[in-house]
């Protein structure tokens, strides 16, 4: 047995408890009063809610350490325990702990609010969790490990606090091994709190819904932490063991507290203990150890003493039997005292007993104390001897009951009160069904009448009291405060219970009395009414007849009324008898005393005030007419005397208040009148009501009748003022306007720069592609190819950087101002750059049209430079027409360069390539997927497939020639046939690619319809001669031929069709296509096939027959609509532009240009007077400088502005007054309105005109200054003048304008200047077509940004692969010079003679070949790669040597001269067979092919894969 046996706790905790001596349980002891107080009879129950009182308290006693331990380190009060939870939340007082153990990690100035000033006020704050991390960080610092951290949720949010003073132990034990801080204490027992303290520590960990962490295995975590001296700990057991024989225990506690023995917990009041029993436990383990025959000097050691753990076991057990003996005197001195204060007239100290938490009593309330002592008290003197805790706790509870029934019972009072003062009826009848007033029935419907008991009784006690004070003699400053006793509300509530007794049987004897009447009974009738309880006086037993009849009429009239009312008319209203109002329903047995909601007016029922009348009145009757019939005469004199006067005073009185009321009389006529024709309006508004879906669709039809009606007069000749105003708001620039247009600008600038990008990338990927083609076949050397290789890495790298006017000097500026004269002139007016492309070296055209020409018109990004690009093709075609066409058929024949251009450019990527993709793709796709489609025609290829096919279906050779002429071919049946059907197929899908061609002829792009059109014009200008067959013919050439033929052939080089990565096009495939298009193309141009291809002779019809919807087609194509009215583009566009146009170009591009027009200025400009000569010669010559602009490589935004346009104040440019005048005057007439414009014009402006206008000009003089740079104040410039800030400074400038104009005669005066107004009606027109258009370049620009970035990737993949195969190649050329250690050089001998034999030699200078094989020549490696050593040997004697580069031998296919002799090789030698250091000659010279195989094989394949992406 040794040390280390068992698991050794190093850093404390509390131990399982191994009792050696004394048995102790964990459940808590009740003492009763007579023998030791021990009642073992407990429950399950019991034992449940004492463990979790036992862990409640276990966790106050960690939360009491935890808070002690802090505040000896901070040296702070905490507050009490219950809160220190809370007040760890801010993390301000784990901060400071960080900054007592770890100060450099959290500084004070890193704590957030440690005064805690922002916390007091406001609470949490976000920044408080700093602090947590802080402390986290410190911890960290110092090595805790991360198992103990919390997370941040867990104390701010207080998730698992638990957790957080878990850790804190944890930390506490770990500082104090590093000496760091003070030991923690072990509180266990020895810290007391109330009862209610850990109660509520027990519901708290019951809504945190965790386990609470086993403190007591800290130390065993932590012990893997810091490693333990073995050999100290050792030699520390052994004196504690030898020490126990000294019977000394003071002795004994300062060996267990040294630190190498690694104990913990050593409390010096239980040193006598520990002395003891570590004592006898050492001497049972030794007897134990003799009795089993084991000696000292034979066995280990800890067979004799005691181990490690043994001793900390024995501690553990020995300070949880001392703090149970505490805690178990502790709890008979307090049932003791408890007992002692029952006997006592003191309630307070009893309650400060009842409240110690060694009694552990529960549930003792603070405001019982009185009962307590009465019913403690009273249990005392009841039993001898003193009460035990489940006495205690039982007279406890029955006080509590005792004491909560009559809180109850106040409260119930107190409710009661509240609610009948505040005249709450449902509020008093809720308080007296209070358990604690128990009370008999009450009814729902009684609660006003209890309401008003309550509330006279408690009057009634009131002027009580007041009389009695006042007999006693008592003056009153206030009134008296009375509330209704128990006993008073239980009389009021009997009382008004009987009261609705009788009321409940005096409503059932009227509902019977209504009830007798259904039976048609009148004895039954007269029986109900005599009943006592109706209280129905005054009936007679001979009138029951009358009074059965009368009755019933009377609830025939209710029932009627009653129908017309609106409510529940069953209910009754009645009197009781001490004539209080209720309500009855015979139908339901209700009664209630406030009127129900929805009880109607008037009932069905009879009340008994009704039936009392009807009885009364019957009985007088009865009684009147019996006295009538005794005194007939006289009755019947008196009644015509008092009718007659009556009548008289009745006629006189009405003619008199006619007479005087005679104005409110016709008053009320009006008012009956206007009731009339009011309920008539109501009539006809309830009816438009009823159809007014009808009524909106007439009158939007009547609206936009209007709308368009007006807008008929806008479009018409000579629109006028009046319908100008209604659609001025059009011309209104948005911020969607503003924002598009910003948006179309930035695509337009990306777009520009990564097509040159793309097109500069193509250009070295195809030179690299050149130069490995060269490689292999010898004509190049490798340093070229990896040279190419770096250039295309650098070319892939594109920085663009953009530089305005004021990063420029002065000097610059105002060359680069001079520029964008200079490229608005070229953009704008095409004949000079047409003239130039025709004029230069036709070599230069080509590429200059590709790198600059575009790039001027931003390669028609949008609809305004498309125009003007189409402008220059056109200008340039009718050039090349005019100077290199001869006739017709030379647009045909020969490669015209513009015709070129501008196919290339609508095919590809800046074009619109999705129409061909939409054009023919599909049908391209389709017969592509027709696996079975086989459109061989060629009758010798028919013929071997026919044999070939023949052989495989018979399994024996073919006895017919393999080796024939089409003509032999043709003269087999099969092979005709098969060429037959093929025909028949092929017909078929030409007519639906025919078909789908001349179908669309609305889809091809305007551009290349437009050029048609163009070319159709030049031809007919030049050759007026020739026929319209054979001017469609050149169209024709253009439109199919050029256009649409090579997608045809080659759909996937021009990205029409998609295929997958790593497939191609097989040969069977683009065969079938090649047919197509070599049949269409002979239909387009009407070429029939003759005797050679006879075979192909039923085709022509055919192909006459699509010759002619051929033509059709080309006529319709080549017929369009003006480019102006296309682009909705005028002479006064680009003054009314939102933005300056704007070209992306580099310096080195500007010069080239500049340096072209210098050397070609007078073949491009017409006149001395020219434009073009004004603009150059402010130029001057190309600047020396280059830099002058930036880096000649790099592109920027040339923005372009029109030299005569810069100053309006110039009006020597009358196009750009004009659009000026137009702004102008729609300013005027937004403000202003008038019968016509002239009128306007000579017309004041009232004030309010004057502000409006003022104010609209202010907010656009604040815009023109906002704007940062000169681009954007050089946007609407032009067009707005500051000057005209009054209306009649506008209308001068105006009439100024105007009479500029008018000199020009682009206005008349005298027609109300119609021709300017009517101008401005077009621009309203155009505004909708130019926000479509700017839409259409949107998207388009989009698209084309798809295809960019498409391309972008393959070049990118093409990069890549190319840079992996220079690198390959050289790795290969590089093995030759690597060599082990001790063999650095090889080197290979071969004879001349062989040599010459294979052909390697050729000849050597002044040696016969009959002495070559005297002759050796050896190849030397050396250390340089790629550089080899070249020696000759005659005879023995050295010839001479030279060191040859691989490359240089690549380049020239041979070696230079030696000394004496020259070696010609006729191919080149591999370096890898250079290698051998024996003079053993190769079988074979390998060839340079073999060199680059492997390399070879895979470009192949990558480029072939790369292609069809």
């Not at 191994?18 to 021990?38: C, L, M, S, W």
Request: charged content about 30%.
């Amino acid at each position: 047995m040794t040390e280390t046996d068992g698991s050794t706790q190093l850093f404390g905790g509390v131990a399982n408890v191994r009792a050696k001596t004394q048995n102790i349980h964990d459940t808590p002891r009740f003492y009763d009063g007579e023998e030791n107080g021990v009642d073992d009879r407990i429950t399950a129950d019991n034992m449940d809610e004492a463990r979790q009182q036992n862990m409640a308290y276990e966790y106050l006693c960690h939360l009491e350490e935890a808070k002690n331990w802090i505040e000896a380190c901070i040296e702070e009060d905490l507050g009490p325990t219950m809160d220190i939870e809370e007040a760890l939340r801010n993390g301000v007082i784990l901060a400071k702990l960080g900054h007592y153990f770890a100060p450099e990690i959290v500084t004070k100035k890193r704590i957030y609010d440690p005064d805690l000033e922002r916390f007091n006020v406001r609470g949490l704050h976000f920044k408080h969790t700093d602090n947590i991390n802080y402390w986290m960080r410190a911890m960290a610092s110092i090595g805790l490990p991360q198992i103990f951290f919390p997370t941040t949720p867990d104390l701010y949010d207080k998730k698992n606090m638990p957790k957080v003073i878990y850790c804190i132990h944890a930390l506490s034990i770990w500082l104090s091994k590093l000496g760091k801080a003070p030991n923690i204490e072990n509180l266990l027992g020895i810290a007391e709190f109330t009862e209610e303290d850990i109660t509520e520590m027990r519901r708290a960990l019951e809504d945190y819904g965790i386990s609470i962490p086993a403190f007591n295995k800290i130390g065993g975590i932590l012990e893997k932490e810091i490693g333990v001296d073995e050999a100290g700990k050792h030699a520390a057991v052994i004196v504690i063991n030898e020490i126990l024989q000294k019977e000394d225990p003071e002795v004994t506690l300062k060996a267990l507290n040294n630190k190498k023995a690694y104990l913990n917990y050593i409390e010096i009041p239980n040193s006598v203990r520990y002395h003891e029993i570590l004592f006898l436990a050492k001497l049972d383990k030794t007897e134990t150890a003799l009795e089993e025959g084991k000696t000292s000097e034979e066995s280990d050691i800890y067979e004799f003493y005691l181990t490690h753990t043994e001793i900390q076991d024995i501690i553990d057990d020995i300070n949880d039997i001392v703090r149970k003996e505490i805690a178990e005197s502790k709890f008979r001195a307090a049932i003791a005292e408890i007992n002692r204060c029952a006997m006592g007239d003191c309630a307070q100290t009893l309650l400060a007993a009842l409240q110690v938490t060694a009694s552990r009593l529960k549930n003792v309330n603070d405001l019982n104390y009185d009962l307590y002592l009465e019913f403690l008290k009273a249990a005392k003197l009841s039993k001898e001897g003193n009460l035990n805790v489940d006495e205690i706790q039982e007279v406890l509870e029955l006080a509590n009951e005792e004491m909560r029934k009559r809180r109850d019972l106040e409260g119930a009072l107190k409710a009661l009160h509240e609610n009948f003062l505040a005249s709450n009826i449902d509020g008093t009848f809720e308080a007296l069904h209070h358990v604690a007033f128990k009370l008999p029935t009450l009814h729902k419907n009684a609660a006003p009448k209890y309401q008003a008991t309550l509330f006279f009784e408690l009057a009634k006690l009131q002027d009580r009291a007041e009389k009695e004070a006042e007999k006693e003699g008592v003056e009153l400053e206030e009134p008296i405060t009375i509330r209704l006793t128990h006993a008073n509300i239980q009389d009021c509530i009997k009382a008004v219970n009987n009261q609705l007794k009788e009321v409940r049987r005096f409503a059932e004897a009227i509902a019977n009395i209504n009830g007798c009447l259904v039976q048609d009974d009148p004895q039954e009738t007269l029986g109900a009414l005599h009943v006592q309880a109706a209280g129905i006086k005054e009936v007679l037993e001979r009138c029951a007849d009358d009074y059965h009849v009368w009755i019933k009429e009377g609830i025939s009239v209710k029932k009627t009324e009653s129908e017309i009312a609106e409510g529940d008319s069953s209910w009754i209203e009645m009197r009781s008898p001490d004539n209080q109002i209720f309500f009855y329903n015979p139908e339901s047995k209700e009664l209630v005393w406030v009127k129900p909601e929805g009880a109607s007016e008037v009932s069905h029922y009879m009340a008994q005030d009704e039936i009392q009348w009807i009885v009364s009145r019957v009985t007088a009757k009865r009684l009147r007419d019996e006295w009538f019939d005794t005194n007939v005469d006289a009755v019947v004199r008196l009644q015509s005397i008092a009718r007659m006067s009556m009548a008289r005073k009745r006629f006189k009185a009405r003619l008199k208040f006619l007479h005087e009321n005679e104005e409110a009389a016709l008053r009320i006529q009006c008012l009956w009148r206007g009731y009339l024709i009011r309920k008539e309006l109501k009539a006809r508004r309830d009816y438009l009501n009823a159809n007014m879906r009808h009524i909106i669709r007439i009158q939007a039809w009547v609206r936009g009748y209007q709308i368009r009606k007006n807008y008929l007069q806008l479009t018409q000749d000579k629109p006028s003022v009046q319908v100008l105003y209604k659609f001025l708001y059009l011309l209104d620039q948005s911020a969607v306007d503003h924002a598009e247009e910003a948006e179309l600008r930035k695509h337009k600038a990306s777009i520009v720069k990564e097509i040159r990008h793309n097109q500069q990338l193509e250009k070295e990927i195809n030179e690299m592609d050149i130069k490995i083609g060269l490689l292999v076949k010898n004509r190049l050397t490798l340093s070229d190819v990896v040279t190419a290789s770096k250039k295309l890495k650098k070319g892939g790298e594109v920085v663009p950087k953009n530089r305005g006017l004021k990063e420029l000097s002065k000097e610059s500026r105002e060359m680069l101002e001079s520029y964008q004269h200079l490229f608005y002139l070229l953009q704008t007016n095409p004949k000079y750059l047409a003239k130039l492309l025709f004029t230069m070296p036709q070599n230069n055209c080509t590429k200059f049209m590709e790198s600059v020409v575009l790039t001027i018109y931003n390669y028609g990004t949008n609809s305004r430079e498309e125009c003007l690009l189409l402008r220059l093709f056109e200008n340039a075609l009718k050039e090349e027409v005019q100077r290199k066409v001869d006739k017709v058929q030379d647009i045909s024949t020969g490669s015209p360069t513009v015709i070129k251009i501008v196919v290339g450019y609508y095919r590809g990527t800046q074009g619109n390539q999705n129409s061909l993709k939409s054009l023919l793709g599909p049908l391209i796709e389709q017969v592509m997927e027709d696996s079975d489609l086989n459109m061989n025609i060629h009758p010798l290829e028919v013929y071997k497939a026919w044999i070939s096919r023949t052989e495989m279906e018979t399994g024996e050779a073919s006895k017919l020639p393999y080796d024939v002429t089409p003509e032999q071919a043709l003269k087999h049946k099969e092979v005709t046939d098969e060429i037959e059907n093929t025909i028949k197929k092929l017909v078929t899908i030409i007519k639906s690619f025919q078909e789908k061609i001349i179908g669309t002829v609305d889809q091809m792009p305007y551009g290349i319809r437009y050029m048609a059109m163009c070319l159709r014009k030049n031809l007919k200008e030049k050759f007026p001669e020739s026929s319209e067959e054979e001017i469609l013919k050149a169209v024709g050439n253009l439109l199919y031929y050029r256009y649409m033929n090579p997608v045809i052939t080659a759909p996937d080089s021009f990205e029409v069709i998609e295929l997958g990565a790593g497939s191609n096009m097989n040969n069977v495939q683009r065969r079938n296509l090649g047919s197509i298009a070599k049949i269409l193309q002979h239909a387009a141009s009407f070429k029939i096939f003759d005797s050679d291809a006879r075979y192909l002779a039923s085709l022509n019809s055919f192909i006459k027959t699509a010759y002619i919807k051929f033509m059709e087609f080309f006529d319709a194509a080549s017929t369009i609509s003006d480019i102006d009215e296309h682009f909705n583009m005028d002479e006064f566009s680009d003054v009314t532009m939102l933005n300056k146009p704007m070209i992306f170009i580099s310096p080195s591009e500007i010069n080239s240009t500049h340096q072209l027009l210098l050397d070609h200025q007078k073949q491009v400009t017409e006149a001395d007077d020219d434009p073009m000569n004004e603009v150059l010669a402010s130029l001057g010559p190309i600047p020396e400088d280059e830099a002058m602009l930036g880096d000649k490589s790099t592109e920027f935004g040339l923005v372009l502005t029109n030299k005569w346009e810069l100053n309006m104040s110039d009006e020597s440019n009358i196009q750009a007054l004009f659009s000026k005048t137009k702004y102008l005057i729609v300013d005027l007439l937004k403000i202003q309105r008038g019968e016509t414009f002239t009128a306007i014009l000579h017309t004041d402006a009232n004030k309010q005109q004057q502000e409006l206008y003022k104010a609209i000009h202010s907010r656009r003089l604040a815009a023109e200054n906002e704007k940062t740079n000169e681009e954007e104040k050089n946007s609407k410039m032009a067009l707005f003048d500051p000057n005209d800030n009054t209306i009649k400074k506008l209308k001068e400038h105006i009439l100024k304008n105007l009479t500029i104009l008018e000199q020009h005669k682009l206005v008349t005066p005298t027609e109300d200047y119609q021709e300017i107004l009517t101008s401005i009606a077009k621009d309203i027109c155009n505004q909708r077509k130019y926000r479509q258009r700017r839409k259409q370049d949107l998207k388009k620009i989009g698209e084309t940004v798809e295809r960019m970035s498409k391309k972008k990737k393959y070049y990118g993949e093409a990069v890549t692969y190319y840079q992996e195969y220079v690198k390959a190649c050289v790795n290969n050329l590089s093995k030759g010079g690597k060599s082990k250690k001790g063999d650095r050089r090889k080197t290979a001998r071969y004879s001349a003679h062989k040599l010459y034999e294979k052909g390697v030699l050729v000849e050597i200078e002044k040696v016969p070949t009959s002495s070559f094989k005297a002759v050796t020549i050896e190849f030397s490696s050396t250390d340089q790669v790629g550089v080899f050593e070249v020696s000759g040997k005659l005879s023995g004697f050295n010839i001479d040597k030279i060191n040859v580069v691989f490359e240089n031998l690549l380049q020239v296919r041979g070696l230079r001269k030696l000394a004496t002799a020259s070696i010609r090789r006729s191919v080149h030698v591999k370096v890898r067979g250079l290698r051998g250091g024996n003079q053993r000659e190769p079988s074979h010279i390998p060839s340079q092919q073999e060199v680059l195989r492997s390399g070879v094989t895979r470009y192949t394949s990558r480029r072939e894969s790369l292609k069809s992406t």
